[in-house]
């Protein structure tokens, strides 16, 4: 096992649990506020996307993919 395998094994697990759960979630509730005044699962996930598109190109191992993200998730930064 390479140290690749070991660093990419949790992320999997995280991964294939994130999907179990956006799978079986109604449409309705991925679009609905998760407290009253909170972010939905949609802005999480797509929080999420933008931050791991982010962190790739901190550590110099890619260009971000998707850059116009940052002016919706990272308000600060993005204007």
Same mark, same amino acid.
């Given at each position: 096992?390479?140290?690749?395998?070991?660093?990419?094994?949790?992320?999997?697990v995280y991964n294939r649990?994130?999907?179990?759960?956006?799978?079986?979630? /109604?449409?309705?509730?991925?679009?609905?506020?998760?407290?009253?005044?909170?972010?939905?699962? +949609?802005? *999480?996930l797509g929080h999420l996307?933008?931050?791991?598109? /982010?962190?790739?190109?901190?550590?110099?191992?890619?260009?971000?993919?998707?850059?116009?993200? +940052?002016? *919706?998730?990272?308000?600060?930064?993005?204007?």
């Open positions: 096992m390479t140290v690749l395998d070991v660093c990419l094994a949790p992320w999997n649990r994130m999907l179990k759960v956006l799978e079986t979630m /109604e449409p309705e509730k991925f679009q609905a506020p998760l407290i009253a005044g909170g972010n939905s699962p +949609s802005w *999480i996307a933008d931050t791991d598109d /982010e962190l790739i190109s901190l550590l110099c191992a890619r260009q971000r993919l998707h850059p116009e993200l +940052s002016k *919706i998730y990272h308000h600060a930064r993005g204007q």
